[in-house]
């Protein structure tokens, strides 16, 4: 392996690193930016919802912007812009002003999630086994040091200007220099030339048929449901259903989000031990199982529990998804992952307000029974992910240059 590929992977992991802290800066912080602006409980949907619905147009708009310049130079600009609108959000002091700051990182957030992943899928063609896996367990490492800033600007009182400030000074010039040393699927050389499907037209040629995606985007919306029940409705179930104190209300996100970190740190050793199909499927099933867990769970401490065992099974799923999309067209994975990514933002729509109406119309136990079906349902889409016979042979990996693309069926 070369090192110009090397390279090229730690500074997409940095990438997703920061991506992972930027994002939870702002998520964990929301009631404390509903208070600075004054945001009502009724406009604070809203907001909510604006976020995501922008970045799947930042999305839509990146696949057709690396038609015309490569997903490195799209993503090198992306996340200075989203680490300045997180530091807009904590810096204005009028409604208007977050409604800005909100709409540029929706957008930007939008634009850098889908080059992230569209480098990664090709880095992963060029090393010819899985790696995707590594790549959103830097995500997840993110996550957790910036709820752990989060947590600490809380905890001292912090404005949330002086809580995001040091954190963009640090992380803007890093992420930088990091992007100098990204790799595109047109620069992608080995061993003195270019890999299998790794010329200039790797990611760029060819159509994408919606039909064959579809699959694909069915299991990105159903882990997105799950994971947003974790992340929105996981101290609130604790609290109200199982009678936790608010303290113990906060650790099952945390756990979430150390499990999902351990399970993807460990997710591609398994994938070319078994295969993606076989991850996949049991990510499923130990997923449906965390929800099962959770709906039936007597107390505090078994609803953690069940929230643990969540994070290491939907773990798997999102960045799989993303690598099967590359397989699945290979001529055209830049616009595939840019599609598919836009179902990312379509499940953490969907999920929040489907649980809260059902816990609502219901109760919450049952309304943990929906998400952990739809879990289950990814079975019958795992055959999606299967490398086909001429990219692996008899095994599950090249040994090196290999083309996750190729084929017609794995983040």
């Not at 604006?50 to 130079?73: F, Q, Y």
């Not at 939008?110 to 899928?121: E, H, K, T």
């Not at 979430?256 to 076989?278: C, H, I, K, Q, S």
């Amino acid at each position: 392996m070369t090192d110009e590929l090397r390279r090229g992977r730690a500074s997409l992991a940095f990438s997703f690193l920061v991506q992972g802290v930027t994002f939870a800066l702002l998520v964990t912080r929301i009631p404390a930016i509903q208070d600075r602006y004054g945001i009502s409980d009724g406009l604070l949907p809203v907001f909510l919802a604006a976020v995501p619905i922008l970045a799947g147009v930042g999305s839509v708009g990146t696949e057709w912007l690396v038609k015309r310049v490569p997903p490195s130079r799209v993503l090198r600009w992306s996340q200075p812009v989203v680490l300045l609108a997180l530091l807009g959000v904590g810096a204005g002091d009028a409604l208007w002003q977050a409604a800005v700051a909100l709409g540029a990182f929706g957008l930007a957030v939008g634009a850098l999630d889908a080059s992230m992943n569209m480098l990664g899928v090709s880095l992963q063609r060029a090393y010819g086994r899985s790696i995707m896996l590594g790549f959103h367990a830097a995500y997840s490492l993110g996550g957790i040091a910036g709820a752990s800033i989060a947590w600490a600007g809380a905890h001292w009182d912090l404005s949330l200007f002086l809580s995001y400030l040091p954190v963009v000074v640090v992380l803007l010039p890093a992420a930088l220099v990091g992007s100098l040393w990204y790799v595109d699927a047109g620069s992608v050389v080995e061993d003195g030339g270019a890999g299998a499907d790794g010329g200039a037209g790797a990611g760029k040629g060819g159509p994408v048929v919606f039909k064959l995606l579809l699959p694909l985007c069915l299991v990105m919306t159903f882990a997105y449901i799950g994971d947003s029940t974790v992340s929105n409705w996981s101290a609130k179930y604790l609290q109200d259903v199982l009678g936790s104190s608010e303290e113990v209300s906060t650790v099952p996100y945390n756990v979430y989000m150390v499990m999902t970190l351990l399970g993807r740190a460990l997710g591609d050793l398994g994938v070319r031990r078994f295969g993606a199909v076989a991850v996949v499927r049991a990510g499923s099933v130990v997923g449906a199982i965390g929800f099962a867990v959770v709906a039936v769970a007597p107390g505090a401490w078994t609803g953690i529990l069940g929230f643990t065992v969540l994070g290491i099974g939907l773990c798997v799923i999102v960045p799989q998804t993303f690598a099967a999309a590359g397989r699945l067209f290979p001529g055209a994975s830049d616009a595939a992952v840019a599609r598919l990514n836009i179902f990312n933002y379509v499940g953490f729509l969907i999920g929040s307000p489907l649980v809260g109406a059902l816990g609502d119309a219901w109760n919450y136990r049952g309304a943990m029974l929906v998400p952990m079906v739809l879990v289950l349902v990814t079975l019958l889409y795992a055959r999606s992910f299967a490398p086909g016979a001429d990219r692996y042979g008899d095994g599950h990996e090249r040994p090196r240059t290999a083309d996750v693309g190729r084929g017609s069926n794995g983040l």
